[in-house]
């Protein structure tokens, strides 16, 4: 009857457990199988033909032996610098390495960026088989301005229900300590004291290529953004280096005239 036409068939089935368990391999959720692409909730009623007898079909009515394909779920992430950095997702059913994939950032229920292979390089792709993927990810103005952001992970045609860490995505400028200068600061011009302040987040940590900034280094795109690590009113732009993404230094020491 229709309710029994074959949708598609297993391979390589084989008895695993001997009277009570066999096991096959399933093909690639498509249309050319006839398996629904493009509904991930379909479920599948089951018959198993051994030696030409015959199972019969499992009971499709009641829910009972059904089948069906698992979309993908993210299960974690870890945070990163706001400036970028390499992040990895990880979670099930994400197919082999090497799928390409894409990343929606944004709220709950909206998408501000789309992380994929045409705005960063090299492109997002799986990187454990199932259950890991690696995307580079911009600045997070670039990625929609949100420091603690929703994604949800795209991978072919089936998209994971939106996901948010416990704490922020994306992690702001930190100090390692306190920090102090001489009270005569630049001794009225007689002298340049520089600052030296460590900490994490100052600046990109490496070199990288998006579609926004193209190739830049970290002091290049440093310099673009100091005012951002310092946050605050006295300190301009003109005197703060970014040496590196853990290391400031700090040239607007201006002091008091002594009494």
Request: charged fraction near 15%.
């Amino acid at each position: 009857t229709a309710a029994e036409r074959k949708v598609f068939e297993c391979f390589a089935a084989s008895v695993t457990v001997s009277q009570t368990e066999v096991m096959c391999s399933v093909p690639v959720m498509s249309l050319a199988t006839g398996a629904a692409t493009a509904d991930i909730l379909a479920r599948y009623s089951v018959r198993v033909n051994v030696r030409n007898q015959d199972s019969g079909i499992s009971n499709i009515s009641t829910g009972f032996n059904l089948w069906e394909y698992l979309p993908p779920v993210i299960t974690a992430m870890h945070d990163i610098s706001m400036w970028g950095d390499f992040l990895t997702i990880t979670g099930q059913y994400f197919g082999p390495v090497g799928t390409e994939v894409k990343l929606q950032v944004g709220t709950s229920n909206t998408t501000l960026f789309t992380v994929e292979s045409s705005s960063t390089s090299p492109p997002p792709a799986v990187t454990t088989v199932e259950t890991a993927v690696t995307i580079y990810m911009p600045h997070y103005i670039i990625c929609g301005g949100l420091m603690d952001p929703h994604v949800r992970l795209v991978v072919d045609s089936q998209t994971t229900p939106s996901f948010k860490s416990s704490s922020p995505l994306f992690i702001g400028p930190s100090f390692d300590g306190y920090y102090s200068g001489s009270q005569f600061g630049n001794c009225e011009g007689q002298c340049v004291r520089t600052i030296t302040i460590t900490g994490k987040n100052f600046g990109p940590a490496f070199n990288f290529t998006d579609a926004t900034y193209g190739t830049k280094d970290e002091n290049t795109i440093g310099a673009d953004y100091a005012y951002l690590a310092i946050q605050n009113e006295t300190t301009t732009q003109q005197n703060i280096t970014v040496v590196s993404s853990t290391k400031i230094l700090l040239t607007n020491d201006i002091g008091s005239p002594p009494p």
